[in-house]
């Protein structure tokens, strides 16, 4: 073998590794940030059981003694995320809906564009919009003593889910083969009954992962939840009552901690807790969006 | 000879797409209870006329028309489009079940317009599914997914599917253009045994085809009708040399 050769073989060799490296390098990182989390949370559980730390329901972190039940906090945002979902989930789809199959191609450009647009709009505007336009609303609508509630949490996010939702619903609509719309038609199907039939039905795997992703990403929202709903860790009883999220609770009191202390360590659990919680629902995902293209 | 009772009457008919005109001044009489096969090639207009005649083409934002069509001697133009579809029904090249399984793709044009009860549905799949000749091979498997059939299956099920909403006339486009030979000859058969109680009109690119289940033939040409007649005379004495050329495949 002559040293050009080498040289060659060499080269291969090393551009194929790195290619393979930048390959897994997201599941790299995914699987160090999951191992640090356990490395910093699970200490927590020395001192507190995991049934006390999940059920309990106090969340005071710097009480003497602290308490450290999150039940609020996975209330809380159960409660915003079920809001946001409930408000998202059918304009999402209805958009998707008109977008893919009856807006004519000029709106449907331009629709297109706005629901990318509102995706790209920082989370820290829609929050601020949300604390000083919504919530006065909310606020004297209801008459309650406060605005920043659940329900504006629930609002501001659906806002914040619907992009997601839209976009990928719509690639699932769109790729409906159009022989089944014709097969429809043929039959004597109105336009609405093909759309909703056919249509919908076929792309539903398709719509299911779209809904997952949006809550997904509302689940994972901090900055809007944490300036629109009021941050009370206490359990809610109604959509109109202030709440905490398990991410703003993370968000705001990280700066406070010691670092290796208790707190510190609880905040980090929360942050297991969000990943499962995530990680489950891009898996539910990610299943249905292979269904669809079976 | 009986004068036989007309179907579907197409009077000075043409069709635009943009500027090119696909279909050029038609005139002709389609007969109840025929076959009445189109044969032509690529671009003739032959697809263009099934799509009128069910209005399917209302759908394509280009498309123009002049003339009109009869069904019954009623004008289509001024038919329900959702009926007219109902009674005017096609079968396309490429057969394509809904996501659905068996039982489900055949009942669900029924169930759109508005039959609800479990056991007349299970009767019309039932009527449906023999009539197309297709209830012996699936009966033990109504419930498992239709892409699961054969391509020939397929397209029978789909004439089955269409044979549910009791179609008067159906149309089949080139139905057995993606079958093998003898899927082929299956789906002849079951178009034998429909034009007894449906009015069938067959777009085929096959001429051998056109001969074996043809009561009468039109030739079209660059959307011109070049001539119409009875199947067997058109195959045996072709009065235009176009006919005979396309006919014994000089060209096509």
Same mark, same amino acid.
Not at chain 1, 25 to 34: D, G, K, P, Q, R
Not at chain 1, 80 to 107: D, Q, R, Y
Not at chain 2, 161 to 183: C, N, W, Y
């Given at each position: 073998?002559?040293?050009?050769?080498?040289?060659?073989?060499?080269?291969?060799?090393?551009?194929?590794?790195?290619?393979?490296?930048?390959?897994?390098?997201?599941?790299?990182?995914?699987?160090?940030?999951?191992?640090?989390?356990?490395?910093?949370?699970?200490?927590?559980?020395?001192?507190? !059981?995991?049934?006390?730390?999940?059920?309990?329901?106090?969340?005071?972190?710097?009480?003497?003694?602290?308490?450290?039940?999150?039940?609020?906090? &996975?209330?809380?945002?159960?409660?915003?995320?079920?809001?946001?979902?409930?408000?998202?989930? !059918?304009?999402?789809?209805?958009?998707?809906?008109?977008?893919?199959?009856?807006?004519?191609?000029?709106?449907?450009?331009?629709?297109?564009?706005?629901?990318?647009?509102?995706?790209?709009?920082?989370?820290?505007?829609?929050?601020? &919009?949300?604390?000083?336009?919504?919530? !006065?609303?909310?606020?004297?609508?209801?008459?309650?003593?406060?605005?920043?509630?659940?329900?504006?949490?629930?609002?501001?996010?659906?806002?914040?889910?619907?992009?997601?939702?839209?976009?990928?619903?719509?690639?699932?609509?769109? #790729?409906?083969?159009?022989?089944?719309?014709?097969?429809?038609?043929?039959?004597?199907? $109105?336009?609405?009954?093909?759309?909703?039939?056919?249509?919908?039905?076929?792309?539903?795997?398709?719509?299911?992962?779209?809904?997952?992703?949006?809550?997904?990403?509302?689940? @994972?929202?901090?900055? #809007?939840?944490?300036?629109?709903? @009021?941050?009370?860790?206490?359990?809610?009883?109604?959509?109109?009552?202030?709440?905490? $999220?398990?991410?703003?609770?993370?968000?705001?009191?990280?700066?406070? $901690?010691?670092?290796?202390?208790?707190?510190?360590?609880?905040?980090?659990?929360?942050?297991?807790?969000?990943?499962?919680?995530?990680?489950?629902?891009?898996?539910?995902?990610?299943?249905?969006?292979?269904?669809?293209?079976? | 000879?009986?004068?036989?009772?007309?179907?579907?009457?197409?009077?000075?008919?043409?069709?635009?797409?943009?500027?090119?005109?696909?279909?050029?001044?038609?005139?002709?009489?389609?007969?109840?209870?025929?076959?009445?096969?189109?044969?032509?090639?690529?671009?003739?207009?032959?697809?263009?006329?099934?799509?009128?005649?069910?209005?399917?083409?209302?759908?394509?934002?280009?498309?123009?028309?002049?003339?009109?069509?009869?069904?019954?001697?009623?004008?289509?133009?001024?038919?329900?489009?959702?009926?007219?579809?109902?009674?005017?029904?096609?079968?396309?090249?490429?057969? *394509?079940?809904?996501?659905?399984?068996?039982?489900?793709?055949?009942?669900?044009?029924?169930?759109?317009?508005?039959?609800?009860?479990?056991?007349?549905?299970?009767?019309?799949? =039932?009527?449906?599914? /023999?009539?197309?000749?297709?209830?012996?091979?699936?009966?033990?498997?109504?419930?498992?997914?239709?892409?699961?059939?054969?391509?020939?299956?397929?397209? /029978?099920?789909?004439?089955?599917?269409?044979?549910?909403?009791?179609?008067?006339?159906?149309?089949?486009?080139?139905?057995?253009?993606?079958?093998?030979?003898?899927?082929?000859?299956?789906?002849?058969?079951?178009?034998?045994?429909?034009?007894?109680?449906?009015?069938?009109?067959?777009?085929?690119?096959?001429?051998?085809?056109?001969? /074996?289940?043809?009561?009468?033939?039109? *030739?079209?040409?660059?959307?011109?009708?070049? =001539?119409?007649?009875?199947?067997?005379?058109?195959?045996?004495?072709?009065?235009?040399?176009?006919?005979?050329?396309?006919?014994?495949?000089?060209?096509?």
């Amino acid at each position: 073998m002559d040293t050009h050769t080498k040289i060659r073989k060499i080269k291969e060799f090393i551009i194929e590794r790195l290619i393979f490296l930048s390959g897994i390098m997201s599941i790299i990182i995914v699987a160090l940030i999951f191992a640090f989390l356990l490395k910093e949370g699970l200490t927590l559980f020395w001192q507190v !059981p995991l049934s006390d730390f999940i059920f309990a329901r106090n969340w005071y972190p710097i009480s003497d003694p602290p308490q450290f039940g999150i039940l609020p906090l &996975i209330l809380g945002s159960v409660l915003v995320t079920a809001g946001a979902a409930v408000i998202s989930v !059918p304009i999402g789809i209805g958009s998707a809906l008109f977008i893919a199959e009856i807006a004519p191609p000029k709106t449907k450009e331009i629709m297109k564009a706005g629901v990318e647009l509102l995706a790209a709009i920082p989370s820290v505007v829609i929050g601020f &919009i949300g604390m000083i336009t919504l919530a !006065p609303i909310i606020k004297s609508v209801f008459g309650l003593p406060t605005g920043l509630t659940a329900l504006s949490g629930a609002i501001t996010l659906a806002f914040m889910a619907m992009p997601t939702i839209v976009s990928i619903a719509e690639d699932a609509i769109t #790729a409906v083969p159009r022989q089944y719309r014709e097969a429809a038609i043929a039959m004597g199907a $109105t336009k609405w009954q093909t759309t909703w039939r056919i249509v919908a039905y076929a792309a539903r795997p398709g719509m299911l992962a779209a809904v997952m992703l949006g809550i997904g990403r509302v689940i @994972g929202e901090t900055m #809007a939840v944490m300036m629109v709903t @009021g941050n009370a860790a206490l359990i809610p009883h109604s959509i109109l009552q202030p709440v905490r $999220t398990l991410t703003a609770t993370v968000a705001a009191e990280m700066g406070e $901690t010691v670092q290796g202390g208790e707190h510190y360590a609880a905040l980090f659990a929360i942050g297991i807790v969000l990943f499962i919680i995530t990680f489950l629902i891009n898996g539910a995902a990610d299943l249905y969006l292979h269904k669809t293209k079976k | 000879m009986v004068a036989p009772e007309i179907k579907i009457s197409i009077k000075d008919f043409s069709i635009y797409y943009g500027e090119n005109a696909a279909l050029k001044n038609l005139n002709l009489d389609i007969y109840k209870n025929e076959i009445f096969t189109i044969i032509g090639p690529a671009n003739s207009g032959k697809s263009s006329l099934l799509q009128s005649l069910n209005r399917l083409n209302d759908l394509t934002p280009s498309y123009k028309k002049e003339g009109s069509i009869f069904i019954d001697n009623e004008d289509i133009d001024n038919a329900d489009v959702e009926s007219l579809r109902r009674r005017v029904s096609i079968v396309f090249a490429l057969p *394509f079940p809904l996501p659905l399984s068996i039982f489900d793709n055949i009942a669900y044009g029924p169930r759109m317009h508005g039959i609800k009860s479990k056991s007349k549905l299970a009767k019309i799949v =039932e009527k449906g599914l /023999r009539e197309a000749y297709l209830w012996d091979e699936v009966k033990d498997r109504l419930d498992t997914p239709a892409m699961n059939l054969s391509g020939g299956q397929q397209q /029978r099920l789909c004439i089955a599917r269409i044979l549910a909403v009791e179609p008067e006339i159906i149309m089949f486009d080139e139905p057995t253009s993606g079958l093998d030979p003898i899927s082929t000859a299956r789906v002849e058969e079951t178009l034998r045994e429909l034009k007894e109680r449906y009015t069938i009109i067959l777009v085929t690119n096959n001429v051998a085809q056109a001969a /074996r289940v043809g009561d009468r033939t039109a *030739f079209l040409l660059m959307g011109e009708l070049i =001539e119409l007649n009875d199947t067997k005379r058109l195959f045996t004495m072709a009065q235009d040399k176009r006919t005979d050329d396309y006919l014994t495949g000089k060209f096509g």
